[in-house]
């Protein structure tokens, strides 16, 4: 059974750091590409940043240069490093399997909420 447990949301004011982790069981985490989601209220749900199983990452435009995405196989998790933080930035956020041999699951965790002020 594929899971995905997220963590590390909260209040925080503009400016401000968040880091995110989500910690995956019941998949080969090391072969996967991992990804990181966000859904605003009314909005649809959008990829925010990837990272191949070898380490390549990628970044929609309005998070370059904030966010940070890496992975520590060892511990079968996958972080988002957040900075200088933006109210638009509100939303929750999750992670997933977007490439690899646990993609096939389209399992998705319970998210974690972010907020920020201005």
């Known amino acids: 059974q594929v899971q995905l447990v997220e963590s590390g949301g909260g209040l925080v004011q503009a400016g401000g750091s968040l880091r995110l982790s989500c910690v995956t069981s019941g998949i080969i985490f090391s072969a996967n590409a991992m990804g990181w989601y966000r859904q605003a209220p009314g909005k649809q749900r959008d990829l925010v940043a990837t990272?191949?199983?070898?380490?390549?990452?990628n970044y929609v435009d309005s998070v370059k240069g904030r966010f940070t995405i890496s992975r520590d196989n060892a511990e079968k998790t996958v972080y988002l490093q957040m900075n200088s933080l933006k109210p638009e930035d509100t939303a929750v956020y999750y992670c997933?399997?977007?490439?690899?041999?646990?993609?096939?699951?389209?399992?998705w965790g319970q998210g974690t909420q972010v907020t920020v002020s201005s």
């Open positions: 997933k399997v977007v490439h690899g041999p646990g993609y096939q699951f389209n399992s």
């Open positions: 990272i191949t199983s070898g380490g390549i990452t």
